[in-house]
């Protein structure tokens, strides 16, 4: 089974920055990885995705050139550099594997078959 652990979150003032975490195990390292955020009283939103080996990399048109996306095969983990943070980046921070190797722009949350406990991410 998919076993993925988020760490990192915290809270930050606007325009700080933070670096998230997910350790990974019992997945193919193969397969495409991201991360999801869920707003408080929102849906839970797709923030980037990164393939294997890193080539193919997307982002969110609300985070394209302030987070950064990327992952370690060799240590399992994947990573979301997160600055210039707003107000509106405040959420609970999910990592997700897909299950699938290639990656989709804006992915529906369907393609991916693991799913982290979340860390929770405060801008004010």
């Known amino acids: 089974d998919v076993q993925l652990v988020e760490s990192g979150g915290g809270s930050v003032q606007a325009g700080g920055s933070l670096r998230l975490s997910c350790a990974a195990s019992g997945y193919s390292s193969y397969y495409c990885l991201g991360w999801f955020r869920q707003p408080p009283g929102k849906e839970r939103e797709w923030v980037a995705s990164i393939s294997f080996k890193g080539r193919t990399i997307y982002y969110a048109t609300s985070v394209n050139g302030r987070f950064t996306i990327s992952r370690d095969n060799a240590e399992k983990t994947l990573s979301l550099q997160m600055n210039s943070l707003k107000p509106e980046d405040t959420a609970t921070y999910f990592c997700?594997?897909?299950?699938?190797?290639?990656?989709?722009?804006?992915?529906?949350?369907?393609?991916?078959?693991?799913w982290g406990q979340g860390t929770q991410v405060t801008v004010s």
């Open positions: 997700a594997a897909a299950s699938t190797t290639s990656c989709s722009y804006y992915p529906s949350q369907t393609e991916f078959s693991g």
